[in-house]
């Protein structure tokens, strides 16, 4: 099968057009914090896109780093990615059952991390492929075995050391994707004994804030809009940081749709910036 042209998002009518076509891998990402009571792997087996495989985030992840969902050494995503059947020439989509693409845009990044080009995201995920109509199945998928290679594809990662030194010497903006109410310190954060708040200098967008209320990815010139109105600079270096580096990936996936390049991703973010005792903001301290 001939490689499909990708955008960073795809309808559910272009992918309807193409469910069961030979390629064409379709990955349920969905991951949820244990706040929000939600069993992903439960819902991936109660209804699920016809053909899709679910892609255990956790288990993709580094299993000897303390922090949550560190990237895998190269072997270990690629091992994943084929037990799920994906191949060199696979054209993946990735999608999950947040409303706002929580993790999908991690695993999209993931796999261009590791040079696999050919993946784009679902555009509206589970949400909007079933209010219309479209068709889902249910129990567990056996997919035969692909052959993926992982490749180092250059993509920037930053460290707690390298972040420290940026927001220090202000050479890229360190953008927060987490809900304002963490970020200002006034909401707990879901991991227990974890305090809220912020780097000082850290900017704040919260990755639900690129979605429109369907879930879709908001129009360009809104989008554009959201982003400059938080402070960002498109012509300046950007890391993106959430909780665990899950939910920043989202402002990558807004720059591949704006064409405005790469930023990079503070993998730790949150969890280790805290966890370690790095300085902390909050909502009217002062600085």
Known sequence: MSKLSLKPLVSTAWLGDRLGAPGVVLLDASWYLPTAGRDARAEFLAAHLPGARWFDLDAASDPTSPLPHMLPPPAQFAACAAALGVSDDSTVVVYDGSGNNLTAARVWWMFRLFGHEQVAVLDGGLGKWRAEGRPLERGVVRPEAGRFTARAAGLPVRTMAQVELALARETEQVVD???????????????????????????????????????????????????????????????????????????????????????????????????????????GDHR
């Open 177 to 283: 994707l987490r809900s304002a109410g963490r970020f200002e310190g006034r909401d707990p954060e879901p991991r227990p004994g974890l305090p809220s708040g912020h780097m000082e200098g850290a900017l704040n967008l919260p990755f639900s804030d690129l979605v429109a209320a369907d879930g879709t990815g908001l129009p360009l010139d809104a989008l554009r809009a959201r982003i400059r109105q938080a402070g960002i600079a498109l012509d300046r270096p950007i890391i993106a940081t959430c909780g665990s580096g899950t939910s920043a990936c989202n402002l990558l996936l807004a720059l591949a749709r704006l064409g405005e390049g790469e930023a990079a991703v503070y993998d730790g973010s949150w969890t280790e910036w805290a966890g370690a005792g790095r300085p902390i903001v909050r909502a």
